[in-house]
């Protein structure tokens, strides 16, 4: 797949995504849908920030970092960060909506998911704080 294609196809995946949120946000009363609904709400709203995160991650990774050597390295990055991102983002959420969501549990969402992070960049064999300065030398 070309980076145009990838490009694209997560644009419109995004584009829909959001509009499926829009829908269910609009239409649909929680009260009234119950479980069924409060899904919806949070699995299309995790599509459409996983989609437009990751498109925008990617965008910053290689046209402001100037990382264009192996352009697909730097995607599958931005996917992962998006990734963790919208968990972090979602898993807030339902607490916040059960009442739950406090100081140290955003702390603790957000050092699970920099371990995680941490875990799969030293897996790739490429640590995510080196710089492209550093790799150089």
């Known amino acids: 797949m070309t980076l145009r294609t990838y490009i694209l196809f997560m644009a419109i995946g995004s584009a829909v995504a959001w509009g499926a949120w829009a ?11 119950g479980l069924a609904g409060v899904l ?3 699995i299309t709203l995790a599509m459409a920030l996983m989609g437009t995160l990751s498109l925008g991650f990617a965008a910053f990774r290689v046209r ?3 990382r264009r050597d192996v352009v697909s390295r730097e995607i599958h990055a931005a996917f992962r960060h998006a990734f963790l991102f919208t968990f ?14 406090h100081t140290w549990h955003l702390m603790a969402l957000v ?10 960049s030293s897996i790739d064999g490429r640590p995510a704080h080196r710089h492209r300065s550093q790799m150089d030398t």
């Open 64 to 66: 402001v970092l100037g």
């Open 23 to 33: 829908v269910v946000l609009f239409n649909i009363n929680p009260d009234e849908a």
């Open 88 to 101: 972090v983002a979602i898993a807030s959420l339902v607490l916040s909506a059960n009442d739950l969501l």
């Open 111 to 120: 050092a699970f998911a920099v371990a995680v992070e941490f875990g799969l």
């Open 40 to 42: 919806l709400f949070f």
